[in-house]
């Protein structure tokens, strides 16, 4: 019951971080000092290790077991990306060094900073048409 | 002498035959014309027979009385009879896969029958026949009869009857059999002769029967199709003996086809109602949770009422049409207010615990409620009024309440009557502030699916947000009905104006895979009469396993655009494996393997062509996707099945 509690805990605090993935239209800050990840490789790590899988190849999000968070333009700062691989909430499998190394993590981070997310709806008329 | 022999005196003479010929002779010839003797002769054992010791006072005794009579006409069939009982009961469609076991009724229906009342439907396969009639019966309000060979038939029905059964939708079921051993012929009769042919699927069919008189059928049918339709619905199963189906009625005058009257549904209790209704007037945020709660046509204006009446939350489910999509007070995307809720009025939900909890599927699986300890829960459904104990389509218990046993859809009007007369100024004052707030929150939720919809909107493989914004950009001034959606697709009600109740028919029911195709087909042909545009996306490895479902759209002409959500995945799958070796450390990029559809990835369109169907693609490029949209719609509205094999990303 007690080890029920923490992990419960455990969970709530990543949770809060997993809230940082949701975009507003403001493009939250970035930590000054982040390595500076390459996107090319980040991309292929995306779609090789399986991320796109639940993020979508354009980060647009998707559904696993719920609705998937869109990681384009992602707001979380990289040092916190890192950490929330390593020990994911809810359904989120965890990623261990083992299979992908900070700069691997920090290469997907820049990829999906680079991806163009949510664009402006009035030049596209199928959507003005929903 | 039977058809059987005569006709084999037309053939060309073989060596067998000469055996026969001579082996007759000795036989006697009121043996000649039947079938074991033409066995027989194929065997080559008349040779011995000429060896066999003289016939003993029995045989001899036989040989003395007058041959069994053998006549080769009959001017009526139990056959017959039973087309009479079917179409008392409206039946307008006989999906099967034909089988000598039944082709007594088979021929009935269509010579005695007309084919008309019930038509047959061609089927591939049975489980084709089963999802059809489970995609039908969701839009048309009624069900439709399969029929399958009794025994092996059944095997291949199952699934899509286990589905119709956690669906909670009538289909009648039928399977041929031969009861009487000593009338089976060798081979193939045996193996597919059971002693209870229904044994096999009677975990998940609500009643079953193999009636052993005409008489037996006709009650047995009707009340089969009362059971069948009367809430909590559920497919039932009829084992027809083949010799009751094919052999002369003695006497046609003594047979009496019952009088079919349905049950009404079974109301929830007034004075619980009552209650339920107090709390609602009462509570500051209610919650209606509701899934497979509109039955009929009646059922979503019902529910539009009472939500209108208390400017409270409905969040849907999806199990049928039951709330309009772009309503104010719609808030299934919006389940965290469930956290704030008072009051959470669950109907016809069956797993409430599953809605009502976060469940975390880790290497130690738990879970912790949705909603504040102080909630109060109520359940009104018809769930708990049938229930078997094997298959376990039933989620964890759930703590409620208050419990109303039944149908939600036949509750609402004394449940809407109850809360009215409860509320006054005070409470109806508060009710508009409160749905002035839910409104503005739905208006806010529908344009952030808009702009989300914009993400990858010019990415190959194609979003399938952009694909679910180009179709309805294209159908939304038609007459359309979309009845069915690849796994876990939202966008359509994200995004689109449901307000009709064919406009959406819910899923698969038990999750079995190789649902959409066949049950978006049925769901088309119920459609068919009414005029409508009929669409459905489906997953590509749900199309793997009942492809030949297109002959079908072919063969019947069945008007349906089918939009093949080609991800070259059982993706659900490969994303489950994906966290399997993601919590291994291991393997992360080898979570394609058995997952996967891909060297060499399938051509859907070349498929659908091979079927007689009219196909595109595969369709890669965004920017090709609209007009091939707006071909295959015109051969949709022209009639005719199409397929279009849209190379979508996963989900
Ligand atoms: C009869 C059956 N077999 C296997 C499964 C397991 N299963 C669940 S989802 C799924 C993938 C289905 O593939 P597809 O229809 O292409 O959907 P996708 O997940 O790719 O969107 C499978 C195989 C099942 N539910 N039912
Ligand atoms: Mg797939």
Redesign the pocket.
Known sequence: MAMMRTSVKHLAVVAAIAGAFTLGNAVASRAEDAPAGDPVNGKRLYLADGCFECHGRAGQGGRFNYLTPALAQIALPVESFIAFLREAPNDMPSFSADVLSDKDAADIHAYLSSLPGRRDAKDIPPILNQ | MSKRSSSRRDGAPDSSRRNFLKGATIAGAAALGTPAAANTAISGFPEQRRKAALPGPRLAAADASPPPADPVNQSSSGGDFMVDVLKTLDIDYLAMNCASSFRGLHEAVINHGDNKKPEIITCPHEEIAVHMGQGYAKIEGKPLAMICHGVVGLQHAS?AMYNAWCDRVPVIVMGGNIMEADKRAPGAEWPHSAIDPAALTRDFVKWDDQPASLQHFAESALRAYKISTTPPMAPVMLSLDQELQENPIENRDRLRIPKFTPATAPQGDDAALAQLAKMLVAAENPVILCDRMARTPAGMPRLVELAETLQCAVIDNYGRMNFPSRHPLNQSFRRSILSQADLIVAMEVNDIWGSLSDFHDRIVRSSEPRYKKTAKIVALGTRGLYMKANYQDLGRYQDVDLDIAGDAEASLPVLIEQVKRGIDEGRKAVFEARGKKLAAAKLATVEQAKLDATIGWDASPITTARLCAELYSQIKDEDWSLVGT????SWPHRLWNFTKPYQWNGLAGG????Y?LPASLGAALANKRHGRLTVAI????????VPSTLWTAAHHQIPLLYIV???R???????YLQAMAARHGRGITNADIGTT?KDPFVDYATVAKGFGVYGEGPISDPNALAPALKRAIAMVKSGQPALLDVVMD??
């Not at chain 2, 690849?486 to 697709?489: A, D, H, R, T």
């Not at chain 2, 995945?569 to 994303?575: G, R, V």
């Open positions: 699934m690849s796994i876990g697709l999750g079995g895979v190789g959409t489906g997953g590509d490895g749900d199309f793997m396993f959500h080609n991800n995945a059982y993706h659900q799958e490969y994303m559809l996963q989900r």
